[in-house]
């Protein structure tokens, strides 16, 4: 079967939905709760750690259970299609808490860890089968890739775009009031976001029916139907490869590292470079324009001169320099003042970069994996897609969990609170703030490092293995 562009880019905007969801967690939700509800930093830190390490529990569970799963519409489209609804209520719940809720301290927190579970397990319903169906889709090493390619493009310009036009449109200065921290602002950006998930969900569950080769949506080798005994053992078998298993170790410290960046990055960028909110959604808008098609066409042209393994083993290079290039050049007072236009292009610049670096990390983690399940197959005798992407999805929301809780803990650490306005810092504060970020992101993104040597997946090996499978399915007794 021919997969065009247009094939992978229906696919690619299931991507959307799930980029929505982290990019509201990412960008505002812990502003929101802690500079503009009041909820205490340590205290929103735990509730959202809570929800991520739920999250990674729920993701294994919803994979091993696609795999089983059957109907006439194959093993994953019907579970992506229950999670079209209670993704948007979700986002809803999230961003507009009740008055009787958002007055007690208590309360809050309650209602913030509920709707954060609820948006997180939806969204895993429609995300680890939608992942999960590009093995499906296609054999092909590279085309994997382009897939992957194109639902983290689509993701990652939506991550971008939608803060940087919620922050210009939605949260700018009206009146003399930064719209950061108006709380009715963040009622509105969740209604709006429930509706872009709604259409971008629908729009890729039914453009995959209409192009997947219905043969694949169900497979002789696929887990036979079991209780919850025979759940846990899928999901423990995945862990038998060593390619994989140094696959989620490498991973998990990359997903720490990043994380901490993405859960402190805002709060960086509104009080350590004093950035207005119209310059700040500049900033992402220019950042993931530029850093979506740079990756995209890096991540093509460098693909077919290296192996996955050796381009995210010099991504990860790349993301440690960025992490902490351009802080000395402030506190060393390299750099114009805040707010001067070359300060607000090496913003655009090193936020690009991080961007690329990270697509590109996640496009050629993603589409190994995809490789690794045929390697798994080959191994066990059984297809487990949903089974592998669950377990990959785990470990990386269990790492990334540890972005919100270190985060809340360091802003309450370094005294930085809803007391202390942007233009008003003590330099302490400051400098605790970069060191935060250092220390917590650059000795996990070195470790992630050192276990890319542990690992591989050629073009060469893939086929190989295809190969083999091919020779075992025509010589077997079904056959």
Known sequence: MSLSIKNQAVYGAGGIAFSVKDASFTTFVLLYYTQVLGLSGTLTGIMLTIAVAWDA????????????????????????????????????ALFAPPEIVSSNQTHLAIWLLGSAIWLRTATTLFSVPHVAMVAEITQDYHERSQFFS?????????????????LYFLFGESEGVDGRFVADNYVIYGF???????????????????????????????PSTGGLRDLLTD????????????????????????????????????????????????????????????????QKRISNLWPKHILIRYSL??????????FPLRIFDVLPANGHWLVTILLILQFCCLLCFFLMRLVATYSLAADLTDEHELRTGVRQEGGIYSVLLFNSKLASSIGPLYGGFALDFIGLDKSV?????????????????????????LVAWLFTYRFSMTQEQLKEIQHKLKVKADTSPAA
């Open 421 to 445: 306005t942007p233009d008003a810092v003590p330099p302490d504060v400051l400098s605790g703030l970069v060191w935060a970020i250092v220390i917590g992101t650059v000795p996990m993104l």
């Open 150 to 166: 194109a639902r983290s493009g689509l993701m990652f310009l939506t991550g971008g775009l939608l803060p940087a036009l919620s």
């Open 235 to 298: 999901f423990l078998s995945t862990f038998q490869g060593a390619n994989f298993r140094n696959l989620l170790c490498y991973d998990f410290g990359a997903a720490i590292a990043y994380g901490i960046i993405f859960a402190l990055n805002v709060i960086a960028y509104t009080y350590f470079w004093e950035v207005e909110s119209d310059t700040l959604g500049i900033i992402f808008g220019a950042g993931v324009l530029c850093a979506v098609p740079l990756s995209m066409l890096m």
């Open 57 to 92: 529990i729920s993701d294994p569970m919803i994979g091993v259970y696609s795999d089983r799963f059957s109907s006439r519409w194959g093993r994953r489209l019907p579970i992506m299609a229950f999670s079209v609804i209670p993704m948007p209520l979700g986002l809803i």
């Open 192 to 222: 709006v976001t429930a509706a872009i998930v709604i259409v971008f969900s629908v729009i890729t569950i039914r453009g995959i029916w209409g192009f997947i080769d219905k043969s694949t949506l169900h497979t002789a080798t696929a």
């Open 317 to 326: 290079i790349a993301a440690m320099v960025n992490t902490v290039w351009l």
